[in-house]
Antibody
Framework: EVQLVESGGGLVQPGGSLRLSCAASGFTFSDHYMDWVRQAPGKGLEWVGRTRNKANSYTTEYAASVKGRFTISRDDSKNSLYLQMNSLKTEDTAVYYC?????????????????WGQGTMVTVSS | DIQLTQSPSFLSASVGDRVTITCRASQGISSYLAWYQQKPGKAPKLLIYAASTLQSGVPSRFSGSGSGTEFTLTISSLQPEDFATYYCQQLNSYPPITFGPGTKVDIK
């Protein structure tokens, strides 16, 4: 079964750190770009960032709201994706999802987030 | 950054109704648009990619159209399991990848 399972969420004080993990199974993890998306309580979806695959040098990109505070990494040998979150703010409180980017290629290629984890809740509060 | 707007933000409809949701981009994104469905407490689910291609396993009552700056998601005959929030997403120009604010489809 193709699936993603996040872990590592919890309660943390403002200014603190937390590391989220996402375990992948049922597909060739190393082939895919992987993303983190978050959703604050009662709000919409916000893209956090992505890591490309080895063929694209594992380059990363981030939303402006987290750049310099969050770091995305991956370990293809463990089929795992990570999100290191530092200097956390109350506005980082959200459910964090990892998502697989599928590349659908015909005449050209279109990406889409075709597999999602169940999410892990991060609460930043004193 | 490319901004996405959705209309309406909320709609109330009955089972069997035809429903159309519009997504507009602040600049042209060709057909690099996807649609997702999210039910309360659940992760989003991919419905459509490349603006109009139905993801495997998604019922054919869902369809997408558009290119450039205006896109639509249509549900031809609303079913009880379709009551959810729908988001569009652009993957043409990044970072950032952006989502629309969502359209909640509720039972009339």
């Amino acid at each position: 079964e193709v699936q993603l399972v996040e872990s590592g969420g919890g309660l943390v004080q403002p200014g603190g750190s937390l590391r989220l993990s996402c375990a992948a199974s049922g597909f060739t993890f190393s082939d895919h770009y992987m993303d983190w998306v978050r959703q604050a309580p009662g709000k919409g979806l916000e893209w956090v960032g992505r890591t490309r695959n080895k063929a694209n040098s594992y380059t990363t990109e981030y939303a402006a709201s987290v750049k310099g505070r969050f770091t995305i990494s991956r370990d293809d040998s463990k089929n795992s994706l990570y999100l290191q979150m530092n200097s956390l703010k109350t506005e980082d409180t959200a459910v964090y999802y990892c998502a697989r980017e599928g590349a659908y290629c015909g005449g050209d290629c279109h990406d889409a987030f075709d597999i999602w984890g169940q999410g892990t809740m991060v609460t930043v509060s004193s | 950054d490319i901004q996405l707007t959705q209309s309406p933000s909320f709609l109330s409809a009955s089972v069997g109704d035809r429903v159309t949701i519009t997504c507009r981009a602040s600049q042209g994104i060709s057909s690099y648009l996807a649609w997702y469905q999210q039910k309360p407490g659940k992760a989003p689910k991919l419905l459509i990619y490349a603006a109009s291609t139905l993801q495997s396993g998604v019922p054919s009552r869902f369809s997408g159209s558009g290119s450039g700056t205006e896109f639509t998601l249509t549900i031809s005959s609303l079913q009880p399991e379709d009551f959810a929030t729908y988001y569009c997403q652009q993957l043409n120009s990044y970072p950032p990848i952006t989502f629309g604010p969502g359209t909640k489809v509720d039972i009339k």
